[in-house]
């Protein structure tokens, strides 16, 4: 079973740049895997930012980028905005199943 | 753009089944594959499993294995999920989510998702 590790917390500033990461425990994390990143609110269902390592949705702001970094998929904020503070999850393909990880609790301060 | 409305609250008892449904708009059915998951008060989102949009096939996490069902009705644009033997650690909002698949080889985007179900497991 593949365990897939996130940053638990991450904290930015106003207008600050942030990577969240998402790691495999089977190793380098790569397309093949389709990462998806989702963002989620409290009380509300998730929504998906970033499919297939680096495609944004139309709703998508375009200071979210998706990416590999290295061994894992990566999900960047550039001119991260109050609005921004969320939860955020990565989502691989991995071994016939989908594995989410942990999720980073984003806090913008 | 593509809506999945899905059904109403639930409580159970231990023991108890719960069926939740999905309904979706337009053609997703036909195009998109159906996956559910679920996350429990306080905690992460958890894969449950998936209905292949043209083989009708199905597949599992392995925890679900044995206890799980998706069914899909192309008749009324439904997917149903079914737990069985439910358990207070099934305590949860479920949620349907459909998955387009993107160009070639194996690459995927979870492009829509449910409002949520609260299934609720208590004696």
Redesign the interface.
């Known amino acids: ?1 593949t365990v897939v590790t996130q940053e638990p917390s991450l904290t930015v500033s106003p207008g600050g740049t942030v990577t969240l990461t998402c790691a495999s425990s089977t190793g380098a994390v790569t ?2 895997n ?1 990462p ?1 990143w ?1 963002q ?1 609110n409290p009380g509300q ?4 930012l970033i ?2 390592t680096s ?1 944004k ?1 139309s709703w998508t702001p375009a200071r979210f980028s998706g990416s590999l970094l290295e061994d894992k998929a990566a999900l960047t904020l550039s001119g991260v905005q109050p609005e921004d503070e969320a939860e955020y ?1 990565c ?1 691989l ?1 991995s071994g ?8 980073t609790k984003l806090t913008v301060l | 753009q593509v809506q999945l409305v899905q059904s109403g609250a639930e409580v159970k008892k231990p023991g108890a089944s719960v069926r939740v449904s999905c309904k979706a708009s337009g053609y997703v059915l036909n195009t998109h594959y159906m ?1 559910w ?1 679920r996350q429990a008060p306080g905690q ?4 449950m499993g ?1 209905v292949d949009p043209s083989s009708y096939s199905t ?1 599992f ?2 925890m679900f294995q044995g206890r799980v069902t998706m069914t899909r009705d192309t008749a009324t644009s439904t997917v149903t999920m079914e737990l069985i033997s439910l358990r207070s650690e099934d305590t949860a909002v479920y ?1 349907c989510a459909s998955v387009r698949a ?2 070639v ?7 829509n ?4 179900t609260l299934v609720t497991v208590s004696s």
Do not use: C, I, K, M
Not at chain 2, 113 to 116: F, L, N
């Open positions: 079973q397309s093949d389709s998806n989702l989620q269902a998730p929504r998906t499919y297939s495609n949705h999850y989502l393909y016939g199943a989908w594995v989410f990880g942990g999720g | 996956h998951v992460g989102l958890e894969w998936v597949s996490a392995q949620y993107v160009g080889g194996g690459h995927y985007d979870f492009d998702w449910g409002q949520g």
